[in-house]
């Protein structure tokens, strides 16, 4: 977690370090969510479309790429409490399409989190998800697509 922008908060090896304390990431997750807020507030501008490649949201599929030890219950919570996306976009592909691209995790974790983010995401009010397998550009042809027909239907 750490302000937008940061480069210096891209994560190679996530699972490395182990949790922090409950109450060290009860904290964490609680200025992430005041964070959230302000920049919903006043530094989002209407009309713009904001993309974020990871969003607090991953904190509940993967805790340990945030190193989170606290109670998962809290977790959920606060995940009701953030600024909640107009539309949820999941580019999913198989657990060995992953795996070619990067390998920050390892199969079975892959497989795993692929599982949890359909899920997660398919319960979401407005949502699309796109079969990223495939070829580049049939995926940003079949993206745009889909964004277009869920604006449409806004």
């Known amino acids: 977690m750490a302000w937008r922008g940061n480069q210096e908060s891209i994560t190679l ?3 490395a370090k182990p949790p922090r304390s409950a109450l060290t990431s009860v904290a964490k997750i609680f200025v992430w969510l005041i964070e959230e807020w302000y920049a919903h507030l006043f530094l989002d501008k209407r009309w713009t479309v904001l993309i974020c ?3 607090y949201h991953d904190l509940l599929v993967d805790p340990m790429r945030y190193r989170y030890g606290g109670p998962s219950w809290i977790a959920r919570l606060i995940g009701r ?3 909640q996306p107009e539309l949820w976009v999941l580019l999913d592909a198989p657990a060995d ?3 070619a691209r990067k390998q920050e995790v390892t199969w079975k974790e892959s497989a795993r989190q692929r599982q ?3 899920v997660f995401v398919s319960r979401q ?3 699309v998800i796109v079969d990223a397998a495939q070829p580049l550009d049939k995926m940003v042809a079949e993206l745009m697509h889909l964004l ?3 604006l449409i239907y806004a």
């Open 53 to 55: 490649d990871r969003y």
């Open 13 to 15: 090896h996530p699972h």
């Open 116 to 118: 949890e983010y359909a």
């Open 125 to 127: 009010r407005k949502h």
């Open 81 to 83: 409490l953030m600024p």
């Open 148 to 150: 277009k027909t869920a």
């Open 97 to 99: 399409v992953l795996q």
